[in-house]
């Protein structure tokens, strides 16, 4: 985050979207719409959840975000990965065991979905506390050197997936990469904001044609010519509400204790995510619209996804790479993206299409935009001037990258505790934030200070307009 908030450290041109023009800013809404789509339907896919109702309520949660943000946070939100734990166990977890010998993975989800409606509750009271205590005391335990390194530990995290992607056909994932790297920086006029769907386009076609002579596998179109034009995303039998009329007292209390907890790893996560944007854009959006607002929207989106039988959502740092590509920081472009996302919720047979997607085209965009995040992350270190050459400092950073990183790529994948019958999983990123923040708390020698809401953003949000990096 940023200790100014007057706009952008950095010297590069800054794109205002709104001298772009409609079409050029609906160009950019569909780049950030391909962009988010990989993560967000593998939840579903994985799952079992339904990939139109995950692509509804990401777009409808994203603008339910937009709106209790006032409307100047860039962010768009996805399907969250971390309560996929919590939906595994609720499925394949309780098959097979006492009492439930009978059970079906479709009630399990429901139940999932339930346990991740109460946890957005864990949210609301994490945004009450923080406004009720104000920004500036919930800012002295996530300075930037806390922040840094949990931005850098994303993109970390994220990057075996990309290179398991990239292996289904590392010369489709290339021409990916090396599109999106000569659109971004020899890219002109339009071209040049929007490498993210060049590369998609290239590496798509190649794909098409390296089929062909057998050298990568062949897009199967059978699924588009199958699947319908228009349908409903969801189906009400696969909603929560249906449990609320007889619910299984056994399965609501495994779903709360299941998932809830989770809920604390994915605030810290919608810190460091909220950290990256600001860094990218160069608006601290902590001080305003403020942490308890984003908490707030985050949880509320979640909240009414869960409702529908829908994943849990998160703010996506697939998008802060797409940011930190096209500099065009304009919150419009990322609604324009939100609606789109809701419009092919009803058309199975785009969902379809998009599904047709080369995993190793995905492997390869995503490659590059997790790698951004990691930068994002070095350079909100480098932007506040943060002193790495004091034991402290270094010692914090330190245990954040060493834990995110070594719990996740270890065997064991999360910490795993109990406290009496309840037990806990923590993945390494949310222990390394836990860490980072307790080690900042008790170790003396602070030296960040946390400056005072910047007048412009506050009147950009009352005005509604959204701000642009400028």
């Not at 904001?193 to 062949?218: D, E, Q, T, W």
Request: hydrophobic share 50%.
């Amino acid at each position: 985050m940023l200790e100014d908030s007057g706009g952008p450290t950095h010297t590069e041109a800054v794109y205002d979207a709104r001298s772009l023009g409609r079409v050029k800013m609906g160009v950019l809404g569909v780049q950030h719409m391909f962009a988010m789509f990989g993560a967000t339907i593998l939840v579903p896919m994985l799952t079992g959840l339904s990939t139109s109702a995950t692509l509804l309520f990401a777009g409808v949660g994203t603008l339910v975000f937009h709106y209790a943000t006032k409307r100047i946070v860039p962010a768009f939100l996805g399907s969250s990965f971390a309560y996929l734990a919590g939906y595994f166990a609720m499925t394949e977890g309780l098959c097979g065991t006492v009492g439930y010998e009978t059970f079906q993975k479709s009630t399990g989800l429901q139940y999932a979905c339930l346990g991740v409606a109460a946890s957005s509750l864990v949210y609301f009271a994490v945004a009450a506390f923080v406004k009720l205590s104000g920004a500036k005391t919930v800012m002295r335990f996530i300075p930037p050197v806390v922040t840094g390194p949990i931005i850098i530990g994303i993109g970390l995290v994220l990057s075996p997936a990309a290179l398991n992607s990239c292996g289904e056909c590392w010369p489709v994932a290339m021409v990916a990469i090396v599109s999106v790297a000569l659109f971004t920086v020899s890219g002109q006029g339009m071209f040049k904001i929007i490498p993210i769907l060049m590369g998609i386009a290239f590496s798509y076609s190649a794909a098409i044609v390296l089929g062909y002579f057998g050298i990568a596998k062949a897009i199967d179109y059978s699924g588009v010519a199958e699947a319908a034009w228009v349908g409903l995303p969801f189906r009400w039998s696969d909603t929560v509400f249906p449990l609320l009329k007889s619910p299984d007292a056994g399965l609501v209390v495994n779903a709360l204790v299941v998932i809830v907890p989770l809920s604390f790893a994915t605030i810290m996560e919608h810190v460091g995510d909220m950290s990256a944007i600001s860094s990218t854009v160069g608006r601290n959006f902590f001080k305003s619209p403020g942490l308890h607002r984003t908490l707030f929207g985050d949880g509320l989106a979640t909240f009414v996804a869960s409702l529908f039988g829908a994943p849990a959502n998160t703010t996506y740092g697939e998008n802060t790479g797409v940011l930190s590509l096209s500099r065009v920081y304009d919150p419009r472009v990322i609604r324009i993206a939100a609606v789109l996302a809701i419009l092919v919720s009803f058309c199975p047979k785009f969902s379809a299409f998009i599904g047709t997607m080369p995993q190793a085209t995905m492997g390869g965009v995503s490659l590059v935009l997790y790698g951004m995040i990691s930068v994002v992350g070095v350079r909100n270190l480098v932007d506040a001037k943060v002193d790495l050459g004091r034991s402290r400092n270094m010692l914090i950073a330190a245990v954040i990258l060493v834990l995110t990183l070594g719990i996740t790529f270890s065997e064991a994948k999360a910490v795993h505790f109990a406290v009496g019958s309840i037990k806990f999983t923590m993945s390494g990123l949310a222990a390394g934030a836990l860490t980072g923040i307790v080690a900042n708390a008790v170790l003396p020698g602070k030296d960040y200070r946390f400056a005072e809401p910047d007048a412009a953003i506050e009147d950009a949000g009352r005005a509604g307009g959204g701000t642009t990096g400028k």
